[in-house]
T-cell receptor
Framework: AQTVTQSQPEMSVQEAETVTLSCTYD???????LFWYKQPPSRQMILVIRQEAYKQQNATENRFSVNFQKAAKSFSLKISDSQLGDAAMYFCAYRISQGGSEKLVFGKGMKLTVNP | EAQVTQNPRYLITVTGKKLTVTCSQNMNHEYMSWYRQDPGLGLRQIYYSMNVEVTDKGDVPEGYKVSRKEKRNFPLILESPSPNQTSLYFC???????????FGPGTRLLVL
């Protein structure tokens, strides 16, 4: 079964500091995509960053970067220079294609608090 | 503006009263999907559609129906809602082929 595990349900970070959110996943597929989504109090799901599994280079989007370890099936998100607006729920997810269908599997989420 | 819209945004209903939550996207996406979000469980896929007239079950399809008669629309139908379907529902769409999904704003449903 395909699963995504976010082992830390909550984390906190001081404003301007760096925080790393962990995520592990389990799949037998070799070709897939990984995502981090942010859900602020508005409940809107916002794509933060994505990583193609076939790419060795870690994705980066401004203050957000990932550490993708394919062999270990690990996909952590690093937020640098944390801002108050980063406070949200964060969901790790991966997307696979199987037999002509596509599926997006989410972790249970992690609540990030940013302290001023 | 490229977007996914859902209606209604909030709905309170009673057990057994049929309801439909609409979803529409203006990006010509082939792939559309419905998720429900419950505390401590993350988002779970209900149904998805690869294209017009092509739909398939996700992880939690029981009690739900969908249809895809037009490319832009993907309504979620609850024929006989029950209290355990109280949840936050999201519609999402994307181009096929492992592209990033765009999410709608969510529909909060309360079934009494």
């Amino acid at each position: 079964a395909q699963t995504v595990t976010q082992s830390q349900p909550e984390m906190s970070v001081q404003e301007a500091e760096t925080v790393t959110l962990s995520c592990t996943y389990d799949t037998s597929e070799s070709d897939y995509y990984l995502f981090w989504y942010k859900q602020p109090p508005s409940r809107q799901m916002i794509l933060v960053i994505r990583q193609e599994a076939y790419k060795q280079q870690n994705a980066t989007e401004n203050r957000f970067s990932v550490n993708f370890q394919k062999a270990a099936k690990s996909f952590s998100l690093k937020i640098s220079d944390s801002q108050l607006g980063d406070a949200a729920m964060y969901f790790c997810a991966y997307r696979i294609s199987q037999g002509g269908s596509e599926k997006l599997v989410f972790g249970k989420g992690m609540k990030l608090t940013v302290n001023p | 503006e490229a977007q996914v819209t859902q209606n209604p945004r909030y709905l309170i209903t009673v057990t057994g009263k049929k309801l439909t939550v609409t979803c529409s996207q203006n990006m010509n996406h082939e792939y559309m999907s419905w998720y429900r979000q419950d505390p401590g469980l993350g988002l779970r896929q209900i149904y998805y559609s690869m294209n017009v007239e092509v739909t398939d079950k996700g992880d939690v399809p029981e009690g739900y129906k969908v249809s895809r008669k037009e490319k832009r629309n993907f309504p979620l139908i609850l024929e006989s809602p029950s209290p355990n379907q109280t949840s936050l529902y999201f519609c999402a769409s994307s181009f096929s082929g492992q592209a990033s999904q765009y999410f709608g704003p969510g529909t909060r449903l309360l079934v009494l």
